[in-house]
């Protein structure tokens, strides 16, 4: 059985997607995703469950950013 060839474009889209599940998984996101969900709906946003997520996700994901070098390249 021949394996595919991951280029380096393949590993870091890769890396992202596991650092995106382990933000998703994580306690800190539970809490902090209900906590906006029940924020936006107060506030009547249009869809609070999917900006929620959104916005929990991206806080996290710079909380990342700026914890480590490893995203320090930009997206391409």
Known sequence: MKYPSVDSRDARLFQLCREVARICISEEFQRLNREMVKLYRKSG??????VAFQDSLFSLFLELDSDSESFAEPYS
């Open 45 to 50: 946003v249009s869809d609070p469950y999917l």
